[in-house]
């Protein structure tokens, strides 16, 4: 349903629309809870980009997505 979602709204918005960076949270967080690691990192790395591309590297918004990220790889002890 998010994959749809997705597509959907990446058709309307164009793929760097703002309001596609909580889609690509969501969908990171659902992927990993289903055991899909490497696609749900990719999914937290969209959303770091939209959100860089929005606000700049330093807002406090880019933050979400690095500890969603951060937090999988520690689930996986890995370090990347």
Do not use: C, K, M, W
Request: net charge negative; hydrophobic share 50%.
């Amino acid at each position: 349903a998010l994959d749809r979602a997705l597509s959907t709204s990446q058709r309307a918005l164009g793929p760097d629309a703002l309001e596609l960076a909580r889609v690509h949270l969501l969908r990171g967080i659902a992927l990993r809870d289903l055991g899909r690691v490497d696609e749900a990192l990719a999914a937290f790395a969209r959303d770091e980009q939209i959100l860089r591309g929005a606000f700049g590297d330093d807002h406090p918004s880019v933050v979400v997505p690095l500890n969603n990220r951060a937090a999988t790889l520690l689930d996986l002890r890995r370090a990347d």
